[in-house]
């Protein structure tokens, strides 16, 4: 992972943690301690999809080397 995605990523971890009142309540959710979540630097791939539900921040933002953020075609003016 590069050092832009790698930030994204830390950034977007953060965000998500904060929308689920903590790194307590995160783990709670997810059915794990509290020690695991606190270890993350990123979220890890098999629970991104799950951090996404819970916290409403995209995959690709959670992990854009995993999941690349497709171009919005629909609101794209030179599609027109």
């Known amino acids: 992972m590069n050092k832009t995605n790698q930030a994204r990523a830390e950034s977007a971890l953060k965000l998500a943690i904060a929308r689920c009142h903590g790194v307590n309540a995160m ?10 979540v606190s270890q993350w630097t990123i979220c890890p791939t098999p629970r991104c999809l799950e951090v996404e539900k819970l916290s409403g921040v995209p995959r690709y933002d959670l992990r854009p080397d995993i999941y690349p ?3 919005d075609t629909a609101h794209d ?3 027109t």
């Open 27 to 36: 783990a709670e959710k997810l059915g794990i301690t509290h020690s695991a």
């Open 69 to 71: 953020q497709e171009k």
């Open 77 to 79: 003016p030179s599609n």
